[in-house]
T-cell receptor
Framework: DAKTTQPTSMDCAEGRAANLPCNHS???????VYWYRQIHSQGPQYIIH???NNETNEMASLIITEDRKSSTLILPHATLRDTAVYYC?????????FGAGTRLTVKP | GAVVSQHPSRVICKSGTSVKIECRSL??????MFWYRQFPKQSLMLMAT?????????EQGVEKDKFLINHASLTLSTLTVTSAHPEDSSFYIC????????????FGPGTRLTVL
């Protein structure tokens, strides 16, 4: 399985961009990178996913390095409601396996 | 995104009883459904995967006779915790994907089980 490594926690000022890194150095060529987040005591919420190209949607941007060994999730203007645990997942087949994630705290 | 519901959201039961948790995909057909368990301050742990009409595939270390999973339709999967014990107290979350090679997996809000 491709595993991911994320910082345990990060802080971000409200209104600023939050950049969450993820290392996935053993990723295979056909494996996608997914990002989910989990606000306390709720189910995970899908954010974005990508294979090679950078992706953007209404929630975030995903920047994947050319060698695909790492990626960065960008929340362009973080709000207090973005405080959550963010999970970077490399999907293997149909399985979505969660690592420890990064606890992002957005501060006023 | 698509909506997945779970019922009940919270349940308290006595040790030795069985508890059934329902997971429904409300606006899509979930060909594949997943069940996770999450203990306090830990990440989600995949318990089992099921395809509609097929037996579930359980992760190593998850007792299939204790955690009964039924995925009888494209919109409903159930997890029954049989003879529950206090160590089964956890947050149970289901997820579903549409199609065999789905792009997104959507999750329910979770069910908090407390076994006394």
């Amino acid at each position: 399985d491709a595993k991911t490594t994320q910082p345990t926690s990060m802080d971000c000022a409200e209104g600023r961009a939050a950049n969450l890194p993820c290392n996935h150095s053993t990723i295979s060529g056909n494996e996608y990178v997914y990002w989910y987040r989990q606000i306390h005591s709720q189910g995970p919420q899908y954010i974005i996913h990508g294979l090679k190209n950078n992706e953007t949607n209404e929630m975030a941007s995903l920047i994947i390095t050319e060698d695909r060994k790492s990626s960065t999730l960008i929340l362009p203007h973080a709000t207090l409601r973005d405080t959550a645990v963010y999970y970077c997942i490399v999907r293997v087949g149909n399985d979505m396996r969660f690592g420890a994630g990064t606890r992002l705290t957005v501060k006023p | 995104g698509a909506v997945v519901s779970q019922h009940p959201s919270r349940v308290i039961c006595k040790s030795g009883t069985s508890v059934k948790i329902e997971c429904r995909s409300l606006d899509f057909q979930a060909t594949t459904m997943f069940w996770y368990r999450q203990f306090p301050k830990q990440s989600l742990m995949l318990m089992a995967t099921s395809n509609e009409g097929s037996k579930a595939t359980y992760e190593q270390g998850v007792e299939k006779d204790k955690f009964l999973i039924n995925h009888a339709s494209l919109t409903l999967s159930t997890l029954t915790v049989t003879s529950a014990h206090p160590e089964d107290s956890s947050f149970y979350i289901c997820g579903g994907g549409q199609g065999i090679s789905y792009n997104e997996q959507f999750f329910g809000p979770g069910t908090r089980l407390t076994v006394l």
